[in-house]
């Protein structure tokens, strides 16, 4: 089975420029989450979805940050316009909740470097 | 946001020994889990408990659910080279989907 899919895996922009992350979560799962990590803060949740509604964006940094998720099967992360401060790695998983028994798998990231 | 409290920090062993780590909270969760992560990867899971008291084995991996609900703790026997890694646990409180993660443990093992 494959696993989360992240695209593009690296990338590279200026500052001011607008940054798009993908996200394609396992089959079946109903929720999805995106995650930033860094050195500094370690892993932390910017927002998730469950069966494609926003639940929760309150680790959403600021207006800057935006996320979309059309449907079941693809998710968006929009930084715009980022700054050098945004640099890090950022991650999405996929999990079928279900009660209290949900698990959480993470995709391979995207390592976004703003210059 | 919330993080996790999780020592050691870092830990540099040798093949073939014991290690143990854990993780504490102030606040009280419902579920624990423990994730490995591997360089330009992401977080995989090793183990998930769900009741207090727990003990759950993964092959060489062990790891219990704190009787309290606010720690948990990870132990991996007879260590080899590809366990390095960065460890991380993980609580949910039972509110909502949201897990806070831990800080992390660097483990190292030397041949």
């Known amino acids: 089975d494959a696993g989360v899919i992240q695209s593009p895996r690296h990338e590279v922009t200026e500052m001011g420029q607008e940054v798009t992350l993908r996200c394609k979560p396992i089959?079946?799962?109903?929720?999805l989450f995106w995650y930033r990590q860094t050195m500094m803060r370690g892993l932390e949740l910017l927002i998730y979805f469950n069966n494609n509604v926003p639940i929760d964006d309150s680790g959403m940094p600021e207006d800057r940050f935006s996320a979309k998720m059309p449907n079941a099967s693809f998710s968006t992360l929009k930084i715009q316009p980022s700054e050098p401060r945004d640099s890090a790695v950022y991650f999405c998983a996929s999990s079928w909740t279900s009660g209290s028994t949900d698990t959480q798998y993470f995709g391979p990231g995207t390592r976004l470097t703003v210059l | 946001g919330q993080q996790l409290n999780q020592s050691p920090q870092s830990m540099f062993i040798q093949e073939g020994e014991d290690v143990s780590m854990n993780c504490t909270s102030s606040?009280?969760?419902?579920?624990w889990l423990w994730y490995k992560q591997d360089p330009g990867e992401g977080p995989v899971l090793l183990i998930a408990?769900?009741?207090?008291?727990e003990l759950t084995s993964n092959g060489r991996l062990t790891a219990q659910f704190g009787i309290t609900r606010k720690d948990s703790f990870l132990n991996i026997s007879a260590s080899i080279p590809s366990d390095v890694g960065i460890y991380f646990c993980?609580?949910?409180?039972?509110?909502?989907?949201?897990?806070?993660f831990g800080t992390g443990t660097r483990l190292q093992v030397t041949l």
């Open positions: 089959s079946g799962h109903n929720s």
């Open positions: 993980a609580g949910r409180d039972g509110t909502a989907s949201k897990l806070t």
């Open positions: 606040s009280i969760f419902n579920t």
């Open positions: 408990l769900y009741k207090a008291g």
